[in-house]
Each structure stands twice: as C-alpha cells, then as structure tokens.
C-alpha cells in the first residue's frame, strides 16, 4: 500500500484534530453520553487506522495491540455503566504490555541525554507520587 501522503494527511489530521476538540468541548461542558465516549475514541482510532495503512511486521501489531486497548480503556472508563473501571485499568495494562514489548525489542543502549531525561521522569514520578500521597490506599494498585 501507498504511505499516506498530502490530502490523505490532511484528512486524518482534520478528523483526528475534530474529534479530540469536540470531546474536550462536551467534556469542558460536562456533557456525558454515548456521543462523548464515540469522540473520545476516535483520535487513537484513527491512529490505529494509520498504523494498519502504513507498518508492516512485528511493530505493526505490536502498536495495533497498543492502540486497541488504549481504545478499549478510553471507551470504557468514560461509559456511565457501574463496574466498568477494572475492566478500563485492565485494556490500559494490556496495551502498554504491548508498547512495553515493542520498548524492549526495539531499544538501544540510553546515552548521556536519554539518562538525564530518565533520572529527570523518575524525579517527576517521586513528586506526582508525593503529591498525591492522599489519594485512598486501594487506588494505590491501579494509579
């Protein structure tokens, strides 16, 4: 298949810009509902389409897993329905198994910026961390 180019770009970037825009206007506007949740998905949607166009091999499904459940736990943290926050947690945990994965077949050695950067997240991490020492213990496991 051809690599996505000029219009075709074009048309991804206004829909994927749209969307994301809408979902954060009904979300500003607390605005909830089945029309929130499609907004929602459709911007790593459409990167999922792009990745499925466009990659080949291992690290087309690698990011296609990814995606999916970044997807999956998008649509079902934001739907209303009572116990759907577990199975959210869980699409997350699934896709970052996947980019975890492709993390560590695709890495090379960090050099002397990329370790700056590192120790950098890690101090970041500490401070959320310290930030948010309040929040209830049972949330510990899923944040």
């Known amino acids: 298949m051809p690599i996505a180019r000029g ?5 991804y970037t206004i829909f994927y810009v749209t969307a994301g825009l809408a979902f954060l206007l009904l979300l500003a506007l607390d605005v909830s509902g089945l029309v929130r ?3 929602k998905a459709i911007p790593v949607s459409t990167l ?14 690698g990011l296609t897993g990814a995606l999916i459940g ?3 736990g998008d649509v079902l943290l934001d739907l209303p329905q009572e116990g759907l926050f577990i199975f959210g947690l869980v699409a997350f945990l699934l896709g970052h198994l996947f980019y975890t994965t492709l ?3 695709y890495a090379r050695r960090p050099d002397s910026f990329s370790i700056l ?3 950098g997240l890690g101090a970041f991490a500490l ?6 020492r309040n ?9």
């Not at 219009?7 to 048309?11: A, F, G, R, T, Y």
């Not at 929040?135 to 944040?143: E, M, S, T």
Request: proline content about 9%; hydrophobic content about 55%; aromatic content about 18%.
């Open 7 to 11: 219009n075709d770009m074009k048309v």
């Open 37 to 39: 949740t499609f907004l």
């Open 48 to 61: 999922t389409v792009l990745v499925l166009r466009e990659m080949r091999g291992f690290p087309r499904i």
């Open 70 to 72: 970044s997807v999956c």
């Open 103 to 105: 993390f560590f077949r």
């Open 117 to 119: 950067i590192i120790v």
């Open 127 to 132: 401070f959320m961390m310290w930030l948010f």
């Open 135 to 143: 929040i209830d213990p049972g949330l510990y496991p899923p944040v």
